[in-house]
């Protein structure tokens, strides 16, 4: 099992930059690919981004393509979630996951850890 902790949220204006952090511990050695996800209040988790063991492959949903950037420092255990041109419609609760395995995810019904979740906040 795989320990996420986020940090980096808080409140931003419109067209701000905030950098999200996702710190492992645990199962570390263990080769998989890690997401980014949000939740929005009254709304289903969505898939926002994910990276490969080695982060050289990504994918990003259309509404964050261009905006978001997904990267890792593996040597860190450390996931990040770079998050340019913020718009309200980002707002959300954002969560890491480790996935099952080494394969690209978008289901999060794919990724067996999670951490607790950082607040984003993006006013207009």
């Known amino acids: 099992q795989v320990q996420l902790v986020e940090s980096g949220g808080g409140l931003v204006q419109a067209g701000g930059s905030l950098r999200l952090s996702c710190a492992a511990s645990?199962?570390?050695?263990?080769?998989?690919?890690m997401g980014w996800f949000r939740q929005a209040p009254g709304k289903e988790r969505d898939f926002v981004a994910t990276?490969?063991?080695?982060?050289?492959?990504?994918l990003s949903s259309a509404s964050v393509k261009g905006r978001f950037t997904i990267s890792r420092d593996n040597a860190k255990n450390t996931v990040y979630l770079q998050m340019n041109n913020l718009r309200p419609e980002d707002t959300a609760v954002y969560y890491c996951?480790?996935?099952?395995?080494?394969?690209?995810?978008?289901?999060?019904?794919?990724?067996?850890?999670w951490g607790q979740g950082t607040q984003v906040t993006v006013s207009s």
């Open positions: 996951a480790a996935a099952y395995d080494s394969n690209l995810h978008r289901n999060s019904g794919m990724y067996r850890d």
């Open positions: 645990g199962r570390t050695s263990s080769r998989y690919a």
């Open positions: 990276i490969s063991w080695r982060g050289s492959i990504t």
